[in-house]
């Protein structure tokens, strides 16, 4: 029977044969998975033995992870701002740039009094963007929405998970929210246009669901869609906040460049590129 040490050299091996990237920290993940325990503590129990159906469970991840499906997927959640985010298929791998969108908001809205104050998750997905401003702002209503009912029955799973009360609306866009208005609405929308979608990296062209990654033959539908529709449904003074692909700056800047708004904002990533959109309606 194997240690965990001889275990994790093989699977570290077997990665690094098939060109997989950080084949080590890759091999601790998934090990730690199957095992239940903390990376750290697979070098507390270097000589624990691993059983047959650890290593059975242990080979099928490194299948996966060999024939290029995304990490995140395999171990079936990630960690958004102090949340856990049950992922799979459905819905996007939630990316570092909009985590720090997430963390902006935190940092934008935890001085003001929110009792009574509504944000609108559009979009939503995973839900990790709501549930995580739920969470640090607990005063603020939240609600999220999606199109789809498989998508917005994985967020309602994450908000159980993380213990957050928040609303769940289903349909396209605007439509499930007839009659309400809103304080604050965040959105991170399909923005990849149908070109750019054919030169992504097969981890995500053939894993992450095309419907949240392709805005449109251009990309920015949704961001025209958003300028036409969004205001009668935002109170006065009401704030966007807006994840845009790379190289849209200037065609965001310009939809969004009518008389609705009063207040223009854009931030850049840690990579220093033009990634976050910030309005206020007059």
């Known amino acids: 029977m194997k240690t965990i040490g001889e275990v994790l050299k093989l699977a570290t091996t077997f ?18 998975k199957v095992l239940a ?5 697979l070098y507390m129990q270097f000589d624990r033995p691993v059983i047959e159906s650890e290593l059975v469970l242990l080979r099928e991840f490194l299948k996966r992870k060999a024939k290029g499906e995304p990490l995140q997927y395999i171990l079936g959640e990630v960690e958004f701002l102090g949340c856990k985010i049950k992922i799979d298929s459905r819905v996007l791998i939630p990316r570092q740039e909009t985590e720090i969108l997430a ?3 935190v940092k934008r809205l935890k001085e003001k009094k929110l009792s009574g104050l509504c944000l609108w998750d559009i979009c939503a997905g995973s839900g990790c963007v709501g549930i995580a401003l739920k969470k640090a ?11 789809s009912p498989d998508v917005l029955a994985l967020a309602k799973e994450n908000a159980r998970g993380n213990q957050i009360e928040v609303e769940f609306l289903l349909g396209d866009l605007l439509a499930p929210f007839g009659g309400r208005k809103a304080d604050f609405v965040v959105c991170n929308p399909p923005y990849i246009s149908e070109s750019e979608f ?14 949240a990654l392709v805005g449109g033959e251009r990309g920015v539908e949704f961001y025209e869609r958003l300028n036409r529709e969004l205001p009668p449904f935002l109170n006065p003074k009401a704030q966007l906040f807006l994840e845009i692909g790379s190289g849209q700056e200037g065609v965001v800047k310009e939809i969004f460049s009518n008389s609705y708004w009063n207040s223009l904002e854009i931030r850049k990533d840690w990579a220093g590129h033009p990634r976050f959109f910030f309005l206020e309606k007059q």
């Open 15 to 32: 990665l690094e044969e098939r060109k997989s990237d950080s084949p080590r920290r890759t091999a601790e993940e998934l090990l730690s």
């Open 37 to 41: 325990l903390k990376r750290l503590d």
């Open 198 to 211: 054919l030169t992504l990296d097969p981890s995500v062209k053939s894993y992450e669901p095309k419907g």
């Open 103 to 105: 963390d902006s908001l």
């Open 137 to 147: 702002l607990p005063d603020l209503s939240v609600i999220l929405s999606d199109i």
